[in-house]
């Protein structure tokens, strides 16, 4: 049985203004790609989340925050929550927008728990740098936490996986000492990116240790040897764990074309990876999961990614070349050119002279991060 | 950084007639290795393990003294101390001089607290450390006055907060400064530093880059 797809047009209102990354032009473009390609649509339109769903995870004060920040009211202390910052800044009605993107994952979560469907996907959300108190990374709710939380409320276990370039730290943190929450995070090293965290040592604390998991790569990894480490670190977590479901950040921003990061994939990495996950949901998640977005700044990168996990996870063939019109339409619209084939053509980036020592680092990362998780798996 | 902000309070101590072998199981018990000796209330010296192992080893010059005499006959003093209002690195620099693993701290005669080689290394990782989610930048300065305030004003200008920032010296009449940001888009940060002539070492410039 293929996905079902939940997104509503009301995810376009998280905008942060027209010279903002974090743009609802992704899922337009994504959107009207998938339509170009000619298979029929078909969406859940998801419920907007409560407020008392956002405080399942966030603070009371920092809701009212957001809240009043949404109406144009003002407090002092708005900076210590991350909002009006240069990454999250205010816009009217942006607790009503984030409470669309958290519904919209919570409604797939809803959907995989109640049977209508094994995997949903979910256009949108994938805000994992929220924390319980601050807004970050032009993360304002943290729609997978929410997710998390009704999940685990409901006795089920639960492996998050975070494919984004960016430590999915806000996700990490909320549920820290959580025994019945995996938490698998690959991304570039935050020795040198944002946020900072994600390194080997932080495994978690009290019934949560040997539980939270992260991968910090070298900046310049390529397909082969994130997909090497990928593998080696994930199949042996949720071989151990044994989650009853998946949930899938889906961030695009690790592509070689994201103005925001420095690791290198391809989208033919990303067509590996896809699969991958799929297996790894059908092998220990009894089939399971939730995907949502992520971060992903290169327009050109974020629409093919995203078009292929929708193509993957509703088992439809990948075009080769991408629909003329759709390339038309918006190679005019943004003003340059946009890659006409879903897949990479070769030799797309310079070659990277320290390619050997960078498979070396990412690969005894991993094994430090497996020796230090794995005395807790009992 | 003060001492104050890294030292262990309360601090574990004994009487200068406690014995070795009780001094050694109280270190096993607790898992210490240093412990100020006390006489009537005041700091007379310090045991470590390495006193009591090297005082009870068989290759001890003139022989292993027994395991049942007080500390006293063998503790260190007199006794290098600090005040919880000295900066870290003076505590630092105190304890690499002497080669020596602890520091008492002493507020007048009181004994208040205790800043061990592993408080320091704490302090390392809180003052180097991510307290904040936080981007990296790394720019290589000028070593002349209003370099750093050249930096700081064109990142308040964007409105972005600095979370911490480190500076050492680097090359020749150059500092590097590594510097925590509150923003995700470095890269935004590190092109407009660039136009405006810094030598941004990090994030790097990557000519195959197109939206």
Known sequence: MSALVVYSPQYRLY????????????????????????????????TQATREEVRSVHLESFVRRVEAAGRGEYFPDFVHYGIGTADTPIFPGMDEAARWLVGGTLTAARMVVGGPAKEVLQLGGGLHHAQKDLASGFCVYNDLSVAIRYLTDQGLRVAYIDI???????????????PN????????????????????????????????????????????????VLQMGLEPALRWFRPDVLLVQCGADA??????AEILLTTQAYAKIFPLLRQYAAAFAGGRAVYTLGGGYSLDATSRIW?????????LPLPDHLPEAWLRRWGTQLGHFLTHTLFDPEGAYPEIPRKAEIERRNRQVTERMLESVRPYWN | MLVKDVMNSPVLTVEASVTLEEAYHIMLQRNIRHIPVMREGRLVGMITDRDIRLATSPFAPGGAKSTAIPVEEVMTQPVFTAEPLDPVEEAARVMRERKIGALPILEGERLVG??????????LLRLTGVEKPSGR???????????????????AQQNINIHSLLTYPYGEGTVNTVVRVGTLDTRKVARSLRQKGFKVQWPPEIPSKSL
């Open chain 1, 15 to 46: 905008n942060f203004g027209p010279r903002h990354p974090f743009s609802p032009v992704r899922l337009e473009m994504l959107v009207d790609l998938l339509q170009h390609l000619g298979h029929p649509l078909h969406f859940v339109e998801p």
């Open chain 1, 164 to 178: 984004d370039v960016h430590h999915g730290d806000g996700v990490q943190w909320i549920h820290y000492d959580e």
């Open chain 1, 181 to 228: 929450v995996l938490t698998f995070s690959i991304h570039e090293s935050g020795r040198y990116l944002y946020p900072g965290t994600g390194h080997t040592h932080e495994i978690g604390k009290a019934l949560g240790t040997g539980r939270k998991l992260n991968i910090p790569l070298e900046p310049f990894t390529e397909d082969e040897s994130y997909l090497e």
């Open chain 1, 255 to 260: 592509h070689f074309q994201d103005p925001l």
């Open chain 1, 307 to 315: 078009a292929l996990l929708y193509l993957t996870l509703q088992d």
């Open chain 2, 114 to 123: 205790i800043v061990t080689g592993i408080d320091l290394l704490e302090a």
């Open chain 2, 137 to 155: 930048l790394e720019v290589c300065l000028e070593d002349r006055p209003g370099e750093l305030a050249r930096l700081s004003s064109e990142l």
